[in-house]
């Protein structure tokens, strides 16, 4: 059932831009990135060009605001991040001056839950669009009992695709301080991620990886496996957070041909499934020989 009025999503909020901020991209910090993330790709570990992920850290100020827009302040202790939808129009270079902002778009009620869907862009000092996310968050036990607005556009893993063998299948290894490099090189310092008994409080089995180091660690995968290494090309990347990965697991990405470019994978730890209906989109990539 719907909660209490009081505790209703607000609608007046939906496609309130929050306020721009800006970001500075320096060598340093798109290397601390990839070496945060085990990148193995020289470009990248140079600070020559960013690696796909990395788009989050100068958004990351404007991940939640649009939530403060529409979402209960009692509620933002179950908000999850659900899934991750990036669209690249070019890389991120050093030397870049960035601008970020973003909207909350939409919301739907569900028995077990709310998603909610924000939109972000990031555009380069003079107004050139840089890359655009939508990212679908997700308050567990709270059904706001409507629908607004519009949700984020899917990706969901066609099942037919697993008749044919994968194209590629890379197995990673996530360090034991894996959190404690990605935390300060991605800005981001929740504790869950970083204290053992913060973690269990919250119900989790101990420390976890933050799921955008998970899914740099698959956008790496995707671009050794099948991109030629070539972050220009990759012009979409997309994931469901489907369960969380611990320090010291060892990763399998298994990627499938869907044609004219474009991929789907997903992501198990042993027989579990943590990434799933992942989408990658290259322009003008026909593939390894």
Request: glycine residues 10%.
């Amino acid at each position: 059932m719907p909660e209490q009025a009081e505790e209703r999503f607000d609608p007046a909020g939906l496609d309130r831009w929050t306020e721009e901020t800006r970001f500075a991209v320096t060598r340093e910090r798109l290397a601390e990135y990839a070496a945060a993330t085990n990148d193995p790709i020289p470009a990248h570990r140079a600070g020559d060009v960013a690696s796909p992920v990395f788009a989050i850290v100068p958004v990351f100020e404007s991940l939640l605001a649009p939530a403060l827009e529409v979402v209960p302040p009692a509620l933002f202790g179950r908000i999850l991040h659900g899934e991750q939808d990036f669209r690249f129009h070019r890389p991120i270079r050093p030397g870049d001056e960035l601008v970020a902002r973003g909207r909350m778009t939409g919301y739907q009620g569900l028995p077990n839950g709310t998603r909610a869907a924000v939109y972000l862009e990031t555009r380069a000092a003079g107004g050139e669009m840089v890359n655009e996310q939508y990212v679908t968050f997700f308050v567990r036990g709270f059904d706001t009992g409507e629908t607004r607005g519009e949700l984020a556009p899917g990706h969901k893993f066609d099942e037919a695709s697993r008749v044919a063998a994968p194209a590629a299948t890379v197995r990673q290894h996530v360090d034991d301080d894996q959190t404690f490099r990605y935390g300060p090189a991605a800005g981001d310092p929740m504790p869950i991620h970083l204290d053992e008994e913060v973690a269990k409080e919250s119900g989790l089995p101990g420390i976890i990886a933050h799921g955008l180091c998970t899914m740099a660690f698959t956008s790496w995968a995707l671009l050794t496996g099948i991109g030629g290494s070539d972050v220009d090309r990759l012009k979409r990347l997309a994931v469901r957070f489907a369960k969380p990965v611990l320090p010291g697991q060892d990763l399998e990405t298994s990627i499938w041909d869907a044609g004219n470019g474009s991929y789907a994978y997903e992501t198990t730890v042993g027989d579990t499934v943590v990434l799933k209906d992942g989408v990658a989109e290259f322009a003008d990539w026909q593939g390894e020989s």
